[in-house]
């Protein structure tokens, strides 16, 4: 495998269930990122971890939790989404370095909350 | 604060016919940017990047921007659109000076492409 993989690719959930998205870069980068994007809405950064610390939050609500147990995998488990979360969500990858943050983006996983 | 502005949402041209893709930024320090293109239910694949070295930036599939500090542009073009051009564009700002700290990109809103055989 190379560059950024997701699993699964597409997942139908009803809002009482489980879910774990999961993102693995075969990269070598040191941070990873989770992005939503929604029909007719620009993209949005929901978490960054860098070196497996989380280093953003933008306001995400807390039935999204991410997990980064190492610099190569990073997980986005789900519990009692509403519809309005159904979109395609992104995972990225990047070595950051001083003034410079090319990111790397999965196939995203398409995600539909009944 | 950075911020990034698609001038178009939507633009059809025909095959073999040439393609404007528009974007102004605007940031405090000399940024880095970015076009990334995304065909349906696909991942978002870089085409070409400008880091403060030839303001002339060559990409993949043929297409280019231009980097003119004097205007905050910096604008996608290619001499003559294919079929398999068809998707959306995003145009992307790093600035790590902006308060938003190394991690943060932010993206346009996006261009669809729309090429018509």
């Known amino acids: 495998e190379t560059g950024v993989t997701q699993t699964p690719r597409h997942l139908v959930m009803g809002m009482t269930n489980k879910k774990s998205l999961k993102c693995e870069q075969h990269?070598?980068?040191?941070?990873m990122y989770w992005y939503k994007q929604s029909a007719k809405k620009p993209l949005e950064l929901m978490f960054v971890y860098s070196l497996e610390e989380r280093v953003e939050n933008n306001s995400v609500p807390s039935r999204f939790s991410p997990e980064c147990p190492n610099s190569s995998h990073l997980f986005l488990h789900l519990h009692t989404l509403q519809p309005e979360d159904s979109a395609l969500y992104l995972c990225?990858?990047?070595?950051?370095?001083?003034?410079?943050?090319?990111?790397?983006f999965g196939p995203g996983t398409r995600l539909t909350v009944l | 604060a950075q911020s990034v502005t698609q001038l178009d949402s939507h633009v059809s041209v025909s095959e073999g016919t040439p393609v404007l893709l528009r974007c102004n930024y605007s940031s405090s320090y000399s940024p880095s940017l970015f076009w990334y293109v995304q065909h349906p239910n696909k991942g978002l694949q870089l085409l070409l990047k400008y880091t403060s070295a030839a303001t002339l930036v060559k990409g993949i599939n043929g297409f280019e921007a231009e980097f003119k500090k004097s205007e905050t542009s910096f604008h996608l073009t290619k001499p003559s659109a294919h079929m398999s051009d068809a998707a959306e564009y995003f145009c992307v700002v790093s600035d790590p000076y902006s308060g938003a700290g190394s991690y943060q990109l932010t993206f346009g809103k996006g261009t669809k492409l729309s090429v018509i055989p």
């Open positions: 990269l070598g980068h040191n941070a």
């Open positions: 990225a990858s990047s070595q950051v370095r001083q003034g410079y943050n090319e990111q790397f």
